[in-house]
């Protein structure tokens, strides 16, 4: 099993919408959880870190924690063509501050 | 990208060469990384440092090397290249040692013929 796992997409949405990214991941005591995008071509951007359970909001987006079901997801209100990107989960484990475990990504598609 | 600079920005070399890649960052941040990128791997963790000439290894650190003899500079060597060592390298900042956000560097395509 990964240590953390995203669907790979591509997961297409209407301009406008609410785009739902999710990610779950295997370590049970992790702590730290983030949220970055990456345009083709370029380096992953951090958009949201969450630390502890319940939903932050930034903006359009909105990170969402669930630490008994082991899952985090991106909400994307009023998705724009801009918003196209791979988006990448990244989880700290315990213990192991220095070392940011990455998931494949989804590729978002925001159809115009 | 957070002050980060990475050199060379491509590089093509031939198997078996020596290659450095040298990662700047001009703001005394205390933590610096080095990444690669694969198509279906994502990002991995190759090495790390958390201070001068303190480093430590990441998730796929065989047959790479790194140096931090001063704080601006974070350098990653692969001691003789090989085509499994074609990826994207990043180099990545940890601005602060309450929180654990790392902050990327514009990458480093490297291809090894």
């Known amino acids: 099993q990964k240590e953390v796992e995203q669907n790979s997409g591509p997961l297409s949405v209407p301009e406008g919408a609410i785009a739902s990214l999710n990610c779950t991941y295997s370590?049970?005591?992790?702590?730290?959880f983030f949220w970055y995008r990456q345009y083709s071509g370029k380096s992953p951007e951090l958009i949201m870190s969450?630390?502890?359970?319940g939903d932050k909001e930034d903006g359009r987006f909105t990170a969402q924690l669930n630490k008994a079901s082991q899952y985090v997801s991106l909400l994307i209100r009023d998705s724009q063509p801009s918003d196209s990107a791979t988006y990448l989960c990244?989880?700290?484990?315990?213990?192991?501050?220095?070392?940011?475990?990455f998931g494949t990504g989804t590729l978002l598609a925001v159809q115009p | 990208d957070a002050g980060i600079t990475q050199s060379p920005r491509h590089k093509v070399t031939e198997t078996g060469t020596p290659v450095t890649l040298r990662c700047h960052q001009t703001?005394?941040?205390?933590?610096m990384y080095w990444y690669r990128q694969d198509p279906g791997h994502g990002l991995r963790l190759i090495h790390y440092?958390?201070?001068?000439?303190?480093?430590d290894k990441g998730e796929v650190s065989d047959g790479y090397s790194v140096s931090r003899s001063k704080t601006e500079d974070f350098l990653l060597t692969l001691e003789s290249a090989t085509s499994s060592q074609t990826s994207v390298y990043f180099c990545?900042?940890?601005?602060?040692?309450?929180?654990?956000?790392?902050?990327f560097g514009p990458g480093t395509r490297l291809t090894v013929t």
């Open positions: 440092s958390y201070g001068v000439k303190d480093t």
């Open positions: 990244a989880v700290i484990g315990p213990g192991a501050t220095n070392k940011l475990i």
């Open positions: 370590d049970r005591g992790s702590q730290s």
């Open positions: 703001e005394n941040h205390r933590y």
């Open positions: 990545a900042i940890r601005m602060t040692s309450e929180t654990y956000e790392q902050y």
């Open positions: 969450i630390y502890s359970n």
